[in-house]
């Protein structure tokens, strides 16, 4: 990758000082709607781990329940796109409120109605079916809740603190999953076994609900202002034509969801992932340690996102994106060995954390100023939910059965591959498409 080149080029962007909104204030809303979004992300996801097998699948082993929990996992993944494309409309006819609105209300209903199912003996496979319809819902909720905010932070950050900015954007990946696994540690180990089973994890998605009330208020009276439609009309930050923008950003697209899939890979493999492998070796590993043990991670991960923002604005965040899945690349090396001990699993796990911090900050949205103007706000959604389905939607599932089949090696090869995927996307852009671009500075 050339020394001189540089992600971020410069784009003409509206000035948010003129209308009285500071990019911290943008940012605020930003930090907002991601911790809603990844409180939900993690608290389906952990509880897909530790409750979904047994509750929904008790007439299979606890192996094949996580495989078929797994599975339902990734509907969530599978519907952002999709809503993504159907509120698409809502925005057009009826405008950004009514989107957000429709889509948040849409998400906490489908949360709470999974708080209610009742388990797989009162009345049989209605309820995976039931489960796997709420799932998507879900997905397709977060698609469509998109409001715009991480495009309008990028666009009107100041030139030499976007690095610090896009880690904003970014950190309530950590912050979200502090909460929900901090939550599911006290509920677990406040609430009997077998009650926790029945009706403790339901707290969980209680929250989540009243969660997306707050952030609905919170970023309806950010983005809805007219200081903040006129930002988003003078950044060009307004959906445009989908024909378009595949038929003349296609490689822009391809670039921006590749670029993060080393990161977006390795928040499921120290998050979701390791919950599944203790349930395996209840013997080898404690659930209540692994717990604790990941509520720590999450601090360092917080930290090291915060350390990521800073150097980024000194190296350039091209360069951050490259070191990140250099690191990640790296670490995949003693995966297999240290996977052998207790000890060496737990330090896998931390440093995991660790460097997913460093890297995921500067990660999300990374190509999205290579869209023309128009094409911005729309190449920005579209690059941000295929790269999630194609890094974390089927992550779990994945490293399960590679992990349960062909051991950790092959977890490892499997993160490997993102870092790959990722170093290349990066290398690709600076060939074929930023030379095209504005001279970076």
């Given at each position: 990758m050339s020394a001189s080149s540089n992600l971020s080029v410069e784009n003409p962007?509206?000035?948010?000082?003129?209308?009285?909104?500071r990019p911290g204030e943008i940012a605020v809303g930003v930090i907002i709607g991601r911790i809603g979004e990844f409180f939900d992300f993690f608290v389906y996801g952990i509880a897909s781990a530790l409750v979904f097998p047994g509750l929904?699948?008790?007439?299979?082993?606890?192996?094949?329940?996580?495989?078929?929990?797994?599975?339902?996992?990734?509907l969530g993944f599978i519907g952002r796109p999709l809503g993504a494309l159907a509120f698409r409309f809502v925005h057009d006819r009826y405008g950004r409120a009514t989107k957000l609105t429709s889509a948040l209300l849409l998400l906490g209903t489908a949360t709470v109605c999974i708080a209610f199912l009742p388990g797989y003996e009162k009345i049989g496979g209605v309820v995976i079916?039931?489960?796997?319809?709420?799932?998507?819902?879900?997905?397709?909720?977060?698609?469509?809740?998109?409001?715009?905010?991480?495009s309008l932070l990028a666009v009107t950050s100041p030139r030499e603190k976007r690095g610090w900015y896009a880690m904003m954007a970014?950190?309530?990946?950590?912050?979200?999953?502090?909460?929900?696994?901090?939550?599911?540690?006290?509920?677990?180990?406040?609430?009997?076994?077998?009650?926790?089973?029945?009706?403790?994890?339901?707290?969980?998605?209680?929250?989540?609900?009243?969660?997306?009330?707050?952030?609905?208020?919170?970023?309806?009276?950010?983005?809805?202002t007219p200081e903040y439609e006129a930002l988003f009309r003078e950044g060009e930050l307004v959906p445009s034509p989908l024909g378009d923008l595949f038929r003349t950003q296609?490689?822009?697209?391809?670039?921006?969801?590749?670029?993060?899939?080393?990161?977006?890979?390795?928040i499921n493999l120290v998050t979701i992932y390791p919950l599944a492998w203790v349930l395996l070796k209840p013997d080898q590993f404690s659930l209540t340690a692994l717990l604790a043990l990941q509520t720590a991670g999450s601090v360092l991960c917080l930290g090291s996102m915060i350390v990521s923002g800073w150097i980024a604005d000194r190296l350039g965040r091209d360069r951050m994106?490259?070191?990140g899945a250099v690191l990640i690349a790296l670490f995949t090396l003693p995966a297999p060995i240290l996977g052998e001990t207790t000890f060496g699993a737990w330090a896998f796990i931390l440093a995991g954390f660790a460097l997913l911090g460093f890297s995921l900050a500067q990660s999300a949205g990374a190509?999205?100023?290579?869209?023309?103007p128009e094409h911005r706000y729309s190449g920005a959604l579209v690059t941000h939910e295929i790269g999630w389905l194609l890094g974390a939607g089927f992550a779990p599932f994945v490293a399960l059965f590679l992990g349960t089949h062909y051991g950790e090696g092959a977890v490892a090869m499997y993160?490997?591959?993102?870092?790959?995927?990722?170093?290349?996307?990066?290398?690709l852009y600076t060939w074929r498409i930023q030379p095209a671009e504005a001279p970076a500075a």
């Open positions: 962007a509206p000035q948010a000082s003129r209308h009285h909104v929904f699948f008790p007439f299979t082993d606890v192996q094949t329940g996580l495989f078929y929990s797994f599975l339902i996992f990734s079916a039931v489960l796997s319809v709420l799932r998507l819902l879900q997905g397709i909720a977060v698609g469509g809740a998109w409001d715009g905010l991480p970014q950190i309530g990946a950590p912050l979200g999953f502090l909460v929900a696994v901090s939550l599911f540690a006290y509920l677990y180990h406040a609430v009997p076994e077998g009650e926790f089973l029945q009706w403790g994890w339901r707290f969980a998605f209680f929250t989540a609900f009243a969660i997306n009330v707050v952030t609905l208020f919170a970023r309806l009276r950010m983005s809805v296609w490689q822009t697209i391809a670039l921006g969801a590749l670029a993060p899939l080393a990161s977006f890979a390795l994106l490259f070191i190509l999205n100023n290579a869209f023309d993160l490997l591959s993102g870092a790959i995927a990722t170093l290349v996307a990066l290398q």
